[in-house]
């Protein structure tokens, strides 16, 4: 085999680890389905059995604010803005009760973590909960795998680095190729120990 020919297979073996590399980066850091962005559109109010209402969706507004201030630091994610007839009391039924207008924001705070505002146009809130029913969570990624060169010899090699205990410790491997004293190339592996930070 010519050395022409051996140069221009080296190129494209290198080319395709390459490319083969990046899809598998990108393929590998892509965002799960379930943190992926999902676009919301209006929807229509619907009145649910039992009474209760699934409240008109406006479109998405990044625009939008709040008509309470917030809390220093963060982000309004939603915002509500409901109308309630309360019924009659039992004490006098022929009391007819005001509406009251209500006013929640959905926030993530600082620290990651989202709390419900309330407030009233013509009352004041008195107290309530909020109980977070789904907290999604972020799954760390605990692979990296890669390519390394050596332009001084013109060496390749492939690595592979997992974290453990609870990412703490980095455990990897890697294959080199070597370039020996008399031109010829080897082999070398390589297991590695670290802390990352």
């Not at 009474?51 to 998405?60: D, K, N, Q, T, W």
Request: proline share 7%.
């Amino acid at each position: 085999m010519s050395t022409k020919l051996k140069v221009m297979l080296a190129a494209f073996v290198a080319v395709f680890l390459c490319v083969l590399g990046i899809g598998l980066g990108y393929w590998f850091s892509r965002p799960s389905n379930e943190l992926a962005h999902i676009p919301e559109t209006a929807a229509p109010a619907q009145t649910l059995p039992g009474g209760s209402i699934l409240l008109e969706r406006l479109a998405s507004d990044p625009t939008a604010k709040s008509a309470m201030p917030v809390p220093k630091g963060a982000v309004v994610e939603r915002v509500a803005k409901i109308h309630i007839q309360p019924k009659s009391t039992s004490v006098d039924p022929e009391v007819d009760c005001l509406p009251v207008d209500l006013e929640f924001n959905l926030l993530r705070l600082e620290d990651g973590t989202k709390r419900l505002q309330l407030g009233g146009h013509n009352g004041e809130g008195i107290s309530g909960y909020d109980l977070p029913v789904d907290t999604p969570t972020l799954t760390k990624k605990h692979w990296a795998a890669g390519l390394s060169y050596n332009p001084s010899d013109d060496t390749a090699g492939l690595w592979v680095d997992r974290d453990v205990w609870q990412g703490r410790v980095r455990l990897g491997a890697e294959v080199n190729q070597t370039r020996q004293t008399d031109g010829d190339t080897g082999v070398e592996v390589r297991l590695k120990l670290g802390v990352p930070f």
